[in-house]
């Protein structure tokens, strides 16, 4: 892991920046981590990674895997989860405009957070075909391949487009992934034209997904909500028209309240 402290900064605490990449090695990862495995996702000597999970143990925020191979997150990161959602001002503030948006249209309602490469998932509401971990709060996705990348991105000037396309990994997901720089602009600015972008089955065979980006007080994206369905129940110029003036009305909502 390189060093993320700035040359002379005398206020960074070096010994915390790895403790935090110790919690950071869990990302992604498909089961319990070893001690070594830990050690070699952050980036540590085998003895600093025992010594960090040692005391990440002590505090609880680490714990042996239940058939004692290795180890893997305890439930104070939950509560942190906890915190962070009850204390983000917008997510408290769209939680009820979601809630009654999810009852107008009885599909998915997702609320995402621009976070440059990806959107970060904030607000599931899941209809009843969604797989586990399409629910799950934390979960996200390229900003290049989803409706509401798209729609934040139709919101940024275009250096910024430019630049997130080019350190972007671009590996289809499905078959229609789009993958193609100049397809994924097209795509950006029929989102700025229309006001929402609409894509199909770029994360998921057979899903059709609807994205309007909010914006902050200064007109920046921070994030978008996504209403997806299935293109088995929807013609998608159906789906645009019933969803789009609802996800707008919401955006409208989040935005004045």
């Known amino acids: 892991m390189p060093d993320p402290a700035p040359p002379n900064d005398a206020l960074f605490v070096q010994s915390l920046a790895r403790g935090i990449s110790v919690l950071e090695a869990f990302r992604e990862a498909e089961g319990a981590l070893s001690l070594a495995q830990i050690a070699a996702r952050a980036g540590l000597t085998r003895s600093a990674a025992q010594r960090l999970v040692h005391t990440l143990r002590k505090l609880g925020y680490v ?3 239940e058939d004692g191979r290795g180890f893997r997150l305890d439930l104070p990161i939950l509560d942190l989860t906890h915190d962070y959602l009850r204390l983000n001002p917008l997510v408290r503030r769209a939680s009820p405009i979601l809630l009654e948006l ?9 609320l995402s957070l621009f976070d ?6 904030a607000a599931r509401m ?10 799950l709060v934390g979960n996200s996705v390229p900003t290049t391949c989803t ?3 798209w729609a934040v991105m139709a919101m940024l000037p275009p250096p910024e487009v430019d630049a997130i396309l080019a350190a972007a990994d671009l590996r289809p ?8 720089p100049q397809a994924i602009r097209d795509q950006i600015a029929l989102a700025r034209q229309n006001g929402h972008s609409l894509a199909l089955e770029q994360i998921l065979m057979g899903e059709i997904a609807l994205g309007v980006a909010i914006p902050d007080s200064a007109g920046r994206p921070v994030a978008a909500i996504h209403i997806a369905a299935s293109l088995s129940e929807w ?3 159906d789906f645009r028209r019933r969803m789009a003036p609802l996800a707008a009305e919401a955006v409208r909502s989040i935005v004045s309240g």
């Open 63 to 65: 714990t042996p895997a």
């Open 102 to 110: 999810r009852r107008n249209v009885r599909e998915r309602v997702d």
């Open 116 to 121: 440059g490469q990806r959107m970060v998932y």
């Open 126 to 135: 899941q209809s009843k075909r969604e797989t586990f971990f399409a629910t």
């Open 147 to 149: 409706s509401g990348g």
């Open 173 to 180: 997901l499905t078959p229609r992934t789009l993958t193609d």
């Open 235 to 237: 013609n998608p110029e």
